[in-house]
């Protein structure tokens, strides 16, 4: 079992930046792709970034340019680094985890993001 813990998420200004962390624990090793996902109220769970434990990167094209992912394997964390945020970017954000045939999710971290 892998668990996964988000933090970093608040409330900001259009604009501005926030950086959320995500510590994977438990039965880390061979943890292969990690990456977060966000889900805005009404809308379908999206895919926002993803980094390969070699640190591969992939952005959806909405972030690519203001987002950054980023990842540290000795602390079993990934980050997702954002700055010029919009309002339409708020929405709770979810850390993913791949780990054999198991897809692990965080609890989910609000990020809002004001006019």
């Known amino acids: 079992q892998v668990q996964l813990v988000e933090s970093g998420g608040g409330l900001v200004q259009a604009g501005g930046s926030l950086n959320l962390s995500c510590v994977a624990s438990?039965?880390?090793?061979?943890?292969?792709?990690m990456g977060w996902y966000r889900q805005a109220p009404g809308k379908q769970r999206e895919l926002v970034a993803t980094?390969?434990?070699?640190?591969?990167?992939n952005y959806a094209d909405f972030v690519k340019g203001r987002f950054a992912i980023s990842r540290d394997n000795a602390k079993n964390t990934v980050y997702l680094q954002m700055s010029s945020l919009k309002p339409e970017d708020t929405a709770v954000y979810y850390c993913?985890?791949?780990?054999?045939?198991?897809?692990?999710w965080g609890q989910g971290t609000q990020v809002t993001v004001s006019s």
């Open positions: 993913n985890a791949r780990r054999n045939v198991f897809a692990y």
């Open positions: 438990g039965s880390i090793f061979n943890i292969g792709v």
């Open positions: 980094i390969t434990s070699g640190g591969f990167t």
